[in-house]
């Protein structure tokens, strides 16, 4: 940017030169004006390249805060989302260790109802057993006292009719 002001400067200043060449006495005065023209588009140049210098500064300075903001937000968000997945897993986890209590406090109490029902059909069959036994103890006996009666009695017959010979 600078060279092309200077440069520009330098051609004003030897056109100015060479069209003032015809007149010395205009020659000063344009030389004079070529010097402040000159100058002037010199502070302009120098003033423009600043104010662009400062302007690409300040935009690459925003741009960083912004990438800097936007890095932190991304970062803020991926905890956040880390976070709440360590939520979920723990609710997951407490949830399933639940699930499996009552699993087991169920499977527990199936095994003690299972358990008392199988006490109380063997106590039941076991009182059965001995029901039947007794039972057939009896029966035994009035058997044994009937084939008993039978017996004398048919002795007792068999007495009569042979004393009755």
């Known amino acids: 940017m600078k060279k092309k002001i200077i440069a520009s400067l330098i051609l004003a200043g030897v056109f100015a030169v060479t069209t003032g060449c015809d007149d010395s006495s205009k020659t000063d005065d344009t030389m004079k004006q070529a010097e402040e023209k000159a100058q002037q588009l010199k502070e302009t140049g120098e003033q423009k390249a600043t104010e662009l210098t400062n302007s690409a500064k300040e935009k690459a300075e925003d741009l960083q805060k912004d990438a800097s903001q936007k890095a932190d937000q ?58 039947l036994k007794t039972d057939a103890i009896n029966k035994a006996d009035e058997l044994a006292t009937d084939a008993k009666n039978k017996t004398e009695s048919l002795k007792a017959d068999n007495d009569a009719k042979a004393d009755n010979k």
Do not use: P, V
């Not at 699993?103 to 001995?130: I, M, P, R, V």
């Open 74 to 131: 991304i970062t803020d968000k991926a905890k956040e989302l880390q976070e709440a997945g360590e939520k979920k897993a723990d609710e997951l986890t407490d949830d399933a260790k639940l699930k499996a209590n009552e699993l087991k406090q169920s499977a527990s109490e199936k095994a003690d109802e299972l358990e008392t029902k199988y006490n109380q059909a063997t106590e039941s069959a076991g009182e059965k057993s001995e029901q």
